[in-house]
């Protein structure tokens, strides 16, 4: 380098050229890489007048340098490597994951081949943190090539400034597209000729003088070709050098995007031309950031049309444009016209910018007009949420409408089903063209209220509109009726016959997918979800007072069904919002991990709410009564409490502790995790009742029961169980059963007469059906034979549950309905009763609230009560705690409350496991210290399965509890 900088040379060049060359190439250190390239281009310019010239053979390998990292320059024949460890650093860098690119060696196969696929999107697909990124793939030799052929070229580009094209016709030829040769890049050879070209083009367009910019920017023709190649590497090089371009030269490339790129976005018969013009408008909105902020109106309405794509790739890519883009959206009414925006440019984006309002802001929803009859009369706010379903309708959107539990989801959906069967069939009739022909919709809700859909269609629309058909029953029926779905527009079915049947329902394309509670779906990874996601439909729809029921985990399964790549992979999405706000939930995160965890909070909300119409009930409903929830303390039986002690004084509690606070180095679900269910079902069954779990094989049921005979009592008597005691007291309170003393049923103890209707009337929820069965037989009919009930479980076919809703709710003499919260918990309406008891309590805190609206609703006339029995100091108290910090989870993305979320750490869990001598309203949460170091990662297993420990049959199967009691006596 000091012969350059000296401008003394020998006669031969190649000792000079060898060495800047080598340094190039291979130096670690860019910043000598950077003086070896300027050296490099002071020796270009001495060597122009002599002969022989080495500048174009040095321009050649400077080219290879650029193009040898394949993960950057994709071969024509192998785009995307699936199965390497190569770093792939994206020259338009992905600034919203704020991570790079790496192809995981473990991954799966991304489905992109030399033709068919989008690059781009199969490189979004490989996304990991930055974090994670080895070290030694930063310093890879080829890297380190690549990166000296970039600065050498570039500099080289800047010394030449306007006379490159005169002085160096070899470097301008590298990258200029010439009309004279352009149609013949096909082959393989030449079209990675093209690819390389494209690849230094991109390289060197930053550093070209604006003249001869605008030489290459007239060249966009060419470039929109490139994007209608048939291999897929042309098509993303091309899509790269337009994202550059436009950040070079703004106004005049959009112009050209937005009049040449875009409306090959419609094109429908060609996926080429959609993938190629797809890519390009996600590199371009990657690489222009905030500058493409008043162009962006002009880009959403074409975006969101490929959302629903009948070619993957361009649905799932749309899909990632729009999720980078809602989140610049609210800025853009800040941004003024730029100047040579004018003429057409103008009035369209003055246009769209009406569409921007509604979408961010669901009140200024166009009215939507609905053109059929609907037997009811909406609410305000019943209309509003028809025009926000109207909306999403126009523009192929889908949402999650989360009004609060008994606003009226079901009448809101009916009207906006109704309408578009209504105006597809006209516009069929009068255009007769294939893309609004009918077609039938679907609505998937839990077996429970399957019938009530059926019921509540019949009842607001004519049967000529909507013609529901029940798909329920056996296999054998199913296969029945599979014959009659031609004849009806609409099917209602469960989840669970959905995912059974689900050959069958793939064969259809559906116009409506509804997915009622469609909370259900939240596990992306079970059969079930799986099953819904296959669905063919042209919108979709989730009804959901409850739509985050555990962590925010929950909110991407939605997502992932409503508009999948919305909310990124899964892995992605963990890293962006999951990962940040668990670690804000620590109690040991620092100040930086917190603000992280509600920057990533309000990240979510923000990108979200477009999509998600919440309204309560306090806020919208003036003329509903209020829900009053009280806790009706008890406390435990003289029996309970020597059932809970001896277990707090077994061996198998240390045992427990001691699985708990062990490392699970496996990573698999360990013994202690199955303990601690275990422990916990059978402390709830404690409380419940102490015949629940004084079974034969209790090791102490012999001297129980011994004891019990000779005190002449029973296990059955209700004096053993407070909970009985207390839930008869709180029914006699209510008028219910006042004079069961008396078996005519007609007068009380007093003589004096008891009114053939009571007052209230009452629904009762227990967890499990074993405990309906208590209430029913120890107490009901032994206690209290007068009162009148019906009963709601999963032993009751799922055809007839709305026949015993009707009937309850229609025959005011029914004093009571028994109701299992897993069956009867979900979407029925039940305002015939006014009162609401919960004898057990669930982890999961939405599943209650959702089971204490069925009464508090529209039609509810009176105040709902509710009462919820929870014994004092035990594991019932705690899990009360659970719920509310499960409820802060919700409401912080539903809402804009963005309170500091805490977790539970493990000796809290183990806490559930001690009986608390507490009076009422004293808390009954733990210091987080213990005397036993916490290794918190071990719980986090244990914990995410808490929702699901009340399924009966879970425990019938893997937590038997006859095995754990005899351990007992240990």
């Excluded at 193009?67 to 950057?72: A, G, K, L, P, R």
């Excluded at 599979?482 to 064969?507: C, G, M, P, W």
Aim: aromatic share 6%.
């Amino acid at each position: 380098m000091a012969a350059v900088v000296l401008n003394v040379y020998p006669e031969k060049l190649n000792p000079v050229i060898r060495p800047l060359m080598d340094c190039i190439k291979k130096e670690d250190n860019e910043t000598i890489q950077i003086e070896a390239s300027k050296c490099l281009a002071r020796l270009f310019e001495y060597v122009l007048d002599k002969t022989p010239n080495p500048t174009s053979k040095i321009i050649k390998n400077l080219a290879t340098y650029v193009c040898c990292e394949t993960s950057s320059t994709p071969l024509i024949n192998q785009p995307v490597t699936t199965k390497t460890a190569a770093l792939y650093i994206a020259l338009v860098p992905i600034n919203y994951l704020q991570c790079i690119s790496i192809v995981d060696s473990q991954s799966h196969e991304v489905s992109c081949d030399n033709i068919n696929g989008i690059i781009t999107l199969c490189n979004l697909q490989k996304v990991t943190e930055i974090d994670n990124l080895p070290t030694d793939l930063l310093h890879d030799d080829t890297e380190i090539q690549k990166r000296g052929g970039e600065r050498a070229l570039c500099t080289i580009c800047q010394h030449f400034n306007s006379e490159l094209q005169n002085k160096l016709p070899d470097l301008w030829n590298s990258f200029y597209l010439d009309n004279s040769n352009f149609q013949v890049f096909d082959d393989e050879v030449t079209s990675q000729d093209l690819v390389n070209s494209l690849q230094v083009l991109q390289v060197v367009s930053p550093s070209l003088h604006s003249s001869i910019l605008s030489q290459v920017t007239d060249k966009l023709p060419q470039l929109c070709l490139c994007l209608q190649h048939r291999y897929a590497a042309v098509r993303h090089m091309a899509a790269r050098c337009i994202g550059v371009l436009c950040q070079l030269q703004l106004h005049s490339t959009m112009q050209f995007v937005i009049e040449n790129i875009i409306p090959m976005l419609s094109n429908t018969d060609n996926d080429i031309q959609r993938q190629g013009s797809i890519e390009a408008m996600a590199n371009i909105i990657e690489i222009l950031g905030m500058n493409i902020l008043p162009y962006i109106v002009l880009l959403v309405v074409p975006v969101l049309g490929c959302m629903c794509d009948q070619n993957e790739p361009v649905r799932l890519m749309a899909t990632h444009c729009f999720a980078q883009m809602i989140r610049l959206l609210p800025l853009e009414a800040g941004i003024p016209d730029p100047p040579e925006m004018k003429g057409d440019l103008a009035n369209r984006r003055d246009k769209e910018r009406k569409f921007l309002e509604q979408l961010l802001d669901g009140s200024k929803s166009e009215d939507y007009d609905i053109t059929v009859d609907i037997k009811a009369e909406l609410r305000k706010y019943q209309q509003d949420g028809v025009n926000w379903l109207g909306f999403l309708n126009k523009y192929k959107l889908h949402g999650i409408l989360c009004d609060d539990m008994g606003l009226g989801k079901t009448l809101q959906s009916i009207c906006i089903l109704a309408t578009d069967h209504y105006e597809r069939q006209k516009q069929y009739q009068k255009e007769n063209t294939p893309d609004c022909c009918p077609l039938p919709s679907l609505v998937v809700c839990p077996p429970t209220l399957v019938g009530h859909w059926v019921y509540e269609i019949n009842k607001f629309v004519d049967n000529d509109l909507l013609n529901p058909l029940m798909y329920a029953g056996p296999p054998s029926e199913r296969i029945r009726l599979q014959k009659k779905v031609k004849k009806h527009n609409l099917i209602v079915a469960s989840y669970d016959v959905v995912r059974n049947d689900i050959e069958f329902f793939t064969t259809f394309r559906w116009n409506y997918c509804i997915l009622d509670e469609g909370h259900i779906i939240r596990n992306g990874k079970t059969k079930l979800s799986k099953a819904v996601k296959q669905l063919l439909c042209n919108h979709r729809l989730i009804l959901s007072g409850t739509p985050i029921q555990n962590n925010v985990l929950d909110l991407w399964s939605l997502f992932d069904f409503l508009m999948p790549g919305f909310l990124g992979t899964e892995k992605q999405f963990q890293a962006r919002y999951g990962k940040p706000i668990l670690q804000s939930r620590d109690g040991k995160s620092t100040t930086k991990e917190q603000e992280a965890g509600a920057l990533a909070m309000e990240a979510l909300h923000r990108q979200v709410l477009p999509f998600i119409l919440r309204r309560l009930k306090e806020d919208v409903l003036q003329d509903l009564p209020p829900k009053i929830i009280q806790d009706y303390y008890c406390d435990l039986s003289p029996l309970q409490v020597e059932l809970y002690e001896d277990f707090a004084k077994s061996q198998v509690k240390n045992d427990i502790e001691d699985d708990v606070v062990s490392e699970d180095s496996s990573g698999k679900k360990s013994q202690g995790s199955t303990h601690v269910f275990q422990a916990l079902q059978y402390l709830r069954k404690v409380c419940n009742h102490p015949s629940l779990v004084l079974t034969t094989s209790h090791p102490k049921y012999d001297m129980i029961m011994s004891r019990l005979k000779h005190d002449k009592s029973s296990i059955h008597d209700i004096q053993h169980a407070p909970k009985l005691t207390a839930l008869k007291q709180l029914l006699n309170d209510c008028g219910i059963g006042v004079g069961s003393s008396n078996t005519s049923g007609t007068s009380n103890i007093l003589g004096t007469d008891v009114p053939v209707v009571n007052q209230h009337r009452v629904l009762l929820f227990c967890q499990l059906k074993s405990m309906l069965n208590i209430v029913e037989q120890d107490l009901i009919k032994r206690e209290m034979p007068s009162v009148t009930y019906l009963r709601l479980d999963g032993g009751v076919p799922a055809t007839s549950r709305h026949d015993i809703v009707q009937r309850f709710n229609n025959d005011p003499s029914i004093d009571m309905l028994l109701l299992t919260t897993h069956v009867g918990g979900l979407g029925l309406n039940l305002t015939g009763a006014d009162t609401v008891i919960f004898v057990e309590h669930d982890w999961n805190p939405m599943k209650d609230l959702q089971a204490m609206d069925r009464a508090h609703r529209i039609g509810q006339k009176k105040v709902v009560n509710v009462y919820r029995l929870v014994t004092r100091g035990t594991l019932e108290e705690k899990i009360m705690g659970l719920q509310k910090f499960k409820l802060n989870i919700a409401n912080t993305v539903i809402s804009q409350d963005n309170s500091n979320l805490q977790s539970m750490a493990t000796d809290q869990l183990l806490h559930l496991f001690t009986l608390d001598d507490m009076k009422k309203g004293e808390s009954s949460v733990p210091s987080t210290s213990s005397d036993k170091p916490v290794k918190k990662e071990s719980m986090k297993t244990i914990l995410e399965s808490l929702e699901g420990l009340w399924d009966e049959p879970q425990y019938d199967t893997e937590y038997d509890l006859n095995n754990f009691m005899q351990s007992l006596n240990k």
